[in-house]
Nanobody, 120 residues
Framework: QVQLVESGGGLVQTGGSLRLSCTAS????????TGWYRQTPGKQRELVAE???????NSANSLKGRFTISRDNAKNTVYLQMSSLEPEDTAVYYC??????????????WGQGTQVTVSS
């Protein structure tokens, strides 16, 4: 099992910045990708950005240039730096880890979510 603990959400004004953190614990050696998704009421959860265990990143095209994902392997932590925030970025942000253990299927783990609210 993998546990993901998020922090860093909150209320910010338009144009402001926030940094989200996601720290993984448990059987983390099998994790292949860690990322951030976001969800607003009535909409599907969408990928924001993800980073592989090898450091390769992938992010939503619409967010490139404003959102940056990074990782600190020594701390088992992935960060999402968000800048130039807009009211449309208001959502619950979820940390996600995908991993495979003992040759089994790819498994998904989710954090509890952290609210980001951008005021206009």
């Amino acid at each position: 099992q993998v546990q993901l603990v998020e922090s860093g959400g909150g209320l910010v004004q338009t144009g402001g910045s926030l940094r989200l953190s996601c720290t993984a614990s448990g059987i983390i050696f099998g994790i292949v990708t860690t990322g951030w998704y976001r969800q607003t009421p009535g909409k599907q959860r969408e990928l924001v950005a993800e980073v592989t265990s090898g450091g390769k990143t992938n992010s939503a095209n619409s967010l490139k240039g404003r959102f940056t994902i990074s990782r600190d392997n020594a701390k088992n932590t992935v960060y999402l730096q968000m800048s130039s925030l807009e009211p449309e970025d208001t959502a619950v942000y979820y940390c996600n880890a995908k991993g495979r253990w003992a040759g089994g299927p790819l498994l998904d783990f989710w954090g509890q979510g952290t609210q980001v609210t951008v005021s206009s």
